[in-house]
């Protein structure tokens, strides 16, 4: 009987897991969504990381979304820019049964974790593109986002070690 209403509520999670992926990503996709949030939201993370560099290295030049060092420059598109990982991390959050204050708090410090590791490939592929010019596709197609996706669940795994245990975690979690 306990595995039956594990099973089923492992089922529940990935129904809404996946409802709430498609609805993020649905509206994230949006013409208006687009223009209106994420193409300025990807800007601002190009300036942020331009900033950054700026503090060590002054030839640093930022030009709307492309960010350029002398010998090599990148420029932040989408799926580059953060916002599908922190939808992907959303959903997780939005769709486990947890009081709908750890949820939004974990969003919260979770989507600062995410864009903190995001800017931190950023940079590091710009000085792997002069660097190490062979390399850059190989790292930024497949070891940056698989740390992506485990800087993902780490964060996870952190709520879950933070949320209290006991009737607090579960009460009102089946909102």
């Known amino acids: ?18 409802v709430y992926l498609l609805v ?9 969504v687009r223009e209106h949030l994420v193409a300025p939201f990807t800007v601002a993370i190009t300036d ?12 640093v030049v930022v030009t709307d979304n492309v960010l350029s060092i002398p010998g090599f420059a990148v420029q932040i598109l989408d799926m580059c820019n ?17 009081p709908w204050r750890y949820r939004l708090l974990g969003m919260l410090l979770g989507t600062l974790g995410v864009h903190a590791v995001n800017i931190l490939r950023i940079v590091s592929l ?21 740390l992506i996706m485990l800087d993902i669940l780490l964060i996870f ?19």
Not at 162 to 170: L, V
């Open 126 to 146: 710009l000085y792997l593109g002069v660097w190490k010019p062979d390399w850059f596709h190989w790292v930024h197609w497949y070891l940056w986002d698989a």
């Open 82 to 98: 953060g916002v599908e990982a922190t939808l992907l991390m959303w959903a997780v959050f939005l769709a486990f049964p947890a």
């Open 1 to 18: 009987m306990a595995h039956s209403l594990r099973c089923q509520h492992l089922r529940h999670f990935a129904i809404r897991f996946a």
């Open 157 to 175: 795994l952190a709520w879950l070690h933070w949320m209290p245990a006991g009737k607090d975690r579960h009460a009102t979690a089946l909102g």
């Open 48 to 59: 942020i990381s331009g900033w950054l560099i700026g503090l060590w290295d002054p030839r």
């Open 24 to 32: 993020l990503y649905g509206l994230a996709y949006l013409p208006v």
